[in-house]
């Protein structure tokens, strides 16, 4: 009925209050105006010890459950994102995709919306990488929830559903970063093996990069690549189904690799809306802003 504070602050007036009655009785002179600076002092105290404590989203570096490998594409949608979907279902694998609302282009966009809905029907995990690529922890609470909030409303829009996992852009996050997460009700995701993609490596250094972990052997894997990379969707994908299926691993999403059941993936699910004004990333944050 009450939560942790409410509790705490009314067991905290209530002993104050005991203690005032049971030295107000006393026949000393003067004791009630000491009762009462007790009793008072008494509140102040319990008070400053029941501040709410910041509820922290879980932050999740790698996966749990072994022999699992989640492939993660982030900065989409974009214009290989159907294709990379269609190379994970001939696996029968599972992908996840970290979505930004206003980054390569705009989430409301007809070919973003579309591409969203390719995967999601298709089981693909959708996530959020907040709304337009900022560096999070720079960031005051106000445009902070500005990044979640916007993207939020998108995916419930677009899709129907909002997520409930998240990757901070850069893999940047701080406390502020975990409290709004957390009010958002979103785990918070990184990675353990990197395939430097958006840092100019090459589809042959990406390659060699899952070789190595596969070969050092990893008992999971979490993945980054960048969907807005033709070479990751045309070379890196099928190379990595080929190099995690051989050693057996099993390719599934986030959530699963963190053994969370397929419905944890969204929350709040609604019927997705109809297009309309609202549907737009005009007035928003731009790009890395
Ligand atoms: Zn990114």
């Known amino acids: 009925m009450f939560d942790e ?18 030295l107000s009785g006393s ?8 009762a009462f600076l007790y009793a008072s002092c008494m509140v102040m105290t319990a008070s400053a010890a029941i501040i709410p404590r910041r509820q922290m989203a879980n932050v999740m570096t790698a ?9 993660t594409f982030d900065d989409g949608p974009f214009s290989w994102h159907n294709q990379i979907v269609d190379t994970l279902d001939a696996a029968g694998a599972k992908g996840t995709f970290f979505i930004n609302g206003n980054n390569y282009g705009c989430i409301y966009s007809n070919d973003s919306v579309n ?11 959708i996530a ?7 560096h999070l922890p720079t960031l005051d609470e106000t445009r902070m929830e500005q990044q979640f909030n916007l993207s939020d409303v998108a995916f419930s829009k677009i899709l129907g559903v909002v997520p ?6 850069y893999g940047e996050y701080n406390d502020l970063v975990q409290k709004v997460a957390a009010d958002h009700n979103q785990n918070v995701i990184i990675w353990d093996v990197d395939s430097e993609d958006s840092m100019g490596a090459t589809a042959e250094q990406s390659e060699q990069t899952y070789t190595n972990a596969v070969e050092r052997g990893a008992a999971s894997i979490l993945t980054l690549n960048h969907e807005t990379h033709e070479s990751t969707a045309v070379e ?9 299926k051989d050693k057996g691993y099993k390719l599934v999403t986030v959530a699963e690799c963190l053994g969370y059941k397929p419905q944890d993936m ?15 990333c005009v007035g928003t944050p731009l790009p890395g802003q």
Do not use: E
């Not at 026949?27 to 000491?34: E, F, H, L, M, V």
């Not at 996966?63 to 492939?71: D, M, N, S, Y």
């Not at 890196?236 to 995690?244: A, D, H, N, Q, S």
């Open 115 to 125: 591409r969203m809905q390719y995967s999601y029907s298709r089981g693909h995990q």
């Open 27 to 34: 026949s000393r002179t003067g004791s009630k105006a000491s």
């Open 63 to 71: 996966c749990t459950v072994p022999k699992t490998a989640a492939l």
């Open 164 to 169: 409930t996992f998240m990757r901070p852009p």
């Open 5 to 22: 504070a409410t509790l705490g602050m009314i067991s905290a007036v209530m002993g104050a209050f005991f203690f005032f009655n049971l």
């Open 128 to 134: 959020s990488h907040t709304w337009d690529h900022a």
């Open 266 to 280: 969204y929350q709040r699910r609604t019927k997705p809306g109809v297009r309309d004004d609202s549907w737009t």
């Open 236 to 244: 890196v994908l099928p190379f990595m189904i080929k190099l995690f």
